[in-house]
């Protein structure tokens, strides 16, 4: 319904090309369009390949798959088939697909931004652990610097738990998701 007339019309390609994408042709897709369905580029796309396609949306919002065929005798008389389809579908599945991986996409950043924000958490209190049992273990004559030093040690274990734990329930919850 789109091309009908003009296609029927005494024009030539180019003024049917161009005639399509004033009266059709959406804003967004009209230079792609006729930069698509210039002859000459038509012709070099076909020297290269069988057939090739494209995509235009128009105006009303509709989507339609352009498809461009080399005839048999191609090289001799350089003729093609050209046809329309619908294309709203095939656009409809492709924008799932495409906001699934900006989801994917988003889910890894903040996995990344998660895992290092993690892992300076956890070195903190694992350094504390590490340090103030060195220390500890320098100052054996000083009980009551003991006693403070494993203090400080147990409020830092038990930070460095917490994390993993809340860590681990994070992972939980995701995996039941």
């Known amino acids: 319904p789109y091309y009908e007339k003009e296609v029927k019309s005494p024009l030539t390609q180019r003024e049917i090309f161009i005639r399509m ?4 042709v959406s804003e967004t897709s009209r230079k792609e369009f006729l930069e698509t369905t210039d002859i000459q580029n038509i012709k070099e796309r076909l020297n290269n390949v069988q057939g090739f396609r494209m995509y235009v949306q128009m105006k009303d919002g509709h989507w339609c798959s352009l498809h461009f065929i080399r005839s048999e005798d191609y090289s001799v008389s350089h003729e093609f088939v050209f046809f329309l389809e619908n294309a709203d ?19 890894t950043l903040a996995k990344s931004e998660f895992l290092s924000r993690m892992s300076h958490e956890i070195r903190t209190p694992m350094n504390a652990i590490v340090g103030l049992t060195a220390i500890a273990r320098q100052n054996e004559q000083n009980p009551a610097q003991i006693d403070d030093y494993l203090n400080k040690i147990d409020a830092s274990s038990k930070v460095l738990l917490n994390i993993i734990n809340d860590i681990l329930d994070m992972s939980s919850i995701e995996n039941k998701k």
């Open 21 to 24: 994408a004033e009266r059709q």
């Open 89 to 107: 579908d095939e656009m409809q599945r492709r924008k799932v697909l495409e906001d699934a991986l900006a989801d994917a996409n988003k889910a």
